[in-house]
C-alpha cells in the first residue's frame, strides 16, 4: 500500500517543477504530506508552521531548494511579516488548522476564537496581504484544506464546522474578484483522515472508554479511512495546470461517506 500511495503522489505533474509554491501548516500531518508532495515533483516549496524543529524536519525529506519559515498565523504581526517575507508565488496551500471540540452551551469568546483564528481569519487575510502585496502570479493556484464538517453536523465540532464553511464561501468570492489575473481557488474537502491529530482523538477515546468509537466510524467509509497523501494527490491536481479550468469547486474526499444513507 505505501509502495501503491508513494506512486500516486509522485504523479504526472510536470509543470510544477520550479513552481514556488507556500504551504501552511507544513510541520505535520496533511501539510506536512503535501509539501513532501510538492518537493518530488520538483517545486521549490516555502514550509510555514509554528515548529520550526519540524518544518526542518519536513524540509529534510525535500531534496531541492526549500524554505522554512516559522511562523504562529493567528499572530497578525507574524502573519503579515509572512506575507510581507513571501517571493512571486504561484500557489498556496493553507492547511493549518485545529479541530479542539467544544459543547455548544459552553462557547465562549475564547474558545470560538481559538478556532476561527487559525481555520478561518488566518488563511482569509493571509491571502488578503499576499493579493493585496501582488505577491501571486498570473494563474497562481489557491488552494484550501477544508472539511466535511463544513456541511456535516458532529457533537462538539459546531465552530470548527462553521470555520471550514466560512472558508468555503471565501474560497468562492477570489474567483468573482481576481479572473483578470486567472488566478484560481478551490477547496478539498477530505473526511476523517490518519494524522497526528487522529492519534491524539483515538488516544483520547480509550482513555475515557470509548475505545469502540472508531471501529463504528471505520464502517461507515466503504474505501476505509483517508491518509495524508491522499489529500496530497488531490492538493496536487489542483495545484496544476492539469485543473486549469477548476476554480471555485469543492472537491470531496471521504472515501464514501457522504454517499452513505
Known sequence: ?????????????????????LVTGASSGIGRAIAIALGKQGANVILSGRSKERL???????????????C??????????LADAMPKLDGICHSAGIINPFPIRY??????????????KSPILLTSRLLGKKKLN????????????SDRAMKGGSVYSASKAAIEAFSRCITHEHTDKK???NCLKPGL?????????????AATGAENWLEEYKSRYPLGLGKPSDIAAATL?????ASQWVTGATLTLDGGLSKQI
Open 56 to 70: 526542518e524536519e519536513t524540509a529534510s525529506h525535500i531534496n531541492i531548494q526549500t524554505s522554512v519559515y516559522p
Open 183 to 185: 488566478i484560481r481557488a
Open 107 to 120: 462557547l465562549n469568546d475564547e474558545q470560538f476564537d481559538k478556532v476561527f483564528d487559525i481555520n478561518a
Open 1 to 21: 500500500m505505501q509502495q501503491q500511495e508513494a506512486l500516486i503522489v509522485l504523479g504526472h505533474y510536470s509543470d510544477l517543477a520550479h513552481k514556488t509554491i
Open 72 to 81: 504562529d498565523l493567528a499572530i497578525p504581526e507574524q502573519r503579515n511579516a
Open 138 to 149: 498570473d494563474k497562481a493556484s489557491i488552494v484550501f484544506i477544508s472539511s466535511v464538517a
Open 237 to 241: 491536481f489542483l495545484l496544476s495546470a
Open 193 to 205: 483522515t490518519e494524522t497526528r491529530i487522529f492519534d491524539q482523538t483515538n488516544a483520547l477515546s
